[in-house]
T-cell receptor, first 113, second 112 residues
Framework: GENVEQHPSTLSVQEGDSAVIKCTYS??????FPWYKQELGKRPQLIID?????GEKKDQRIAVTLNKTAKHFSLHITETQPEDSAVYFC????????????FGRGTSLIVHP | SQTIHQWPATLVQPVGSPLSLECTVE??????LYWYRQAAGRGLQLLFY??????ISSEVPQNLSASRPQDRQFILSSKKLLLSDSGFYLC???????????FGPGTRLLVL
């Protein structure tokens, strides 16, 4: 089955800095890669996603890049703000027609004012 | 638009008591439905998923069970709760295989 590794587990930055979270996946058949943000005590919510026919996608301060050859994808947050502090999860799905996405273990992002 | 509901929002139960958590989805037909559990500060553990009425797949066989009595209703149950069942229970749905998962607001369960 699919395996997703996510790094780092904790990331601490100063307000205004950039933050990068990386995920690698094992199954080259995976073709959909969403990123979720989970604030303390809340549900995970989709912030951006990318499909395997696209190399990069941006939405304001957030971008995701995908390298299919190397089987890794990354979340980039620019000009971080304290409200970006949360746990971020990456996921990979579509492998073998499976209905089950494989999630990374999460990255706790702390943005210091 | 689609909406997903979960209840109750919080629950405190004694060890050995039964459990029933409910999840319903509005605004879509034949969704794929999922139950996850999240321990404090940890990742998402898939418990059950369902691709249709009466079709349940278990990922973690424990003292929990799931049922899907209607197309947009998913229920998580236990006959006897354990201390280790404490956690944040999330229901989720997708429209297809390669689609975004949308999570419900969650149920925070504390077993004492």
């Amino acid at each position: 089955g699919e395996n997703v590794e996510q790094h780092p587990s904790t990331l601490s930055v100063q307000e205004g800095d950039s933050a990068v979270i990386k995920c690698t996946y094992s199954d080259s058949a995976s073709n959909y890669f969403p990123w979720y943000k989970q604030e303390l005590g809340k549900r995970p919510q989709l912030i951006i996603d990318i499909r395997s026919n696209v190399g990069e996608k941006k939405d304001q301060r957030i971008a995701v890049t995908l390298n299919k050859t190397a089987k890794h994808f990354s979340l980039h947050i620019t000009e971080t703000q304290p409200e970006d502090s949360a746990v971020y999860f990456c996921a990979a799905s579509g492998s073998g027609g499976s209905y089950i996405p494989t999630f990374g273990r999460g990255t706790s992002l702390i943005v210091h004012p | 638009s689609q909406t997903i509901h979960q209840w109750p929002a919080t629950l405190v139960q004694p060890v050995g008591s039964p459990l029933s958590l409910e999840c319903t989805v509005e605004g879509t037909s034949n969704p794929n439905l999922y139950w996850y559990r999240q321990a404090a500060g940890r990742g998402l553990q898939l418990l059950f998923y369902s691709v249709g009425i009466g079709q349940i797949s278990s990922e973690v066989p424990q003292n929990l069970s799931a049922s899907r009595p209607q197309d947009r209703q998913f229920i998580l149950s236990s006959k006897k709760l354990l201390l280790s069942d404490s956690g944040f229970y999330l229901c989720a749905w997708t429209a297809g295989v390669i689609e975004t998962q949308y999570f419900g607001p969650g149920t925070r369960l504390l077993v004492l």
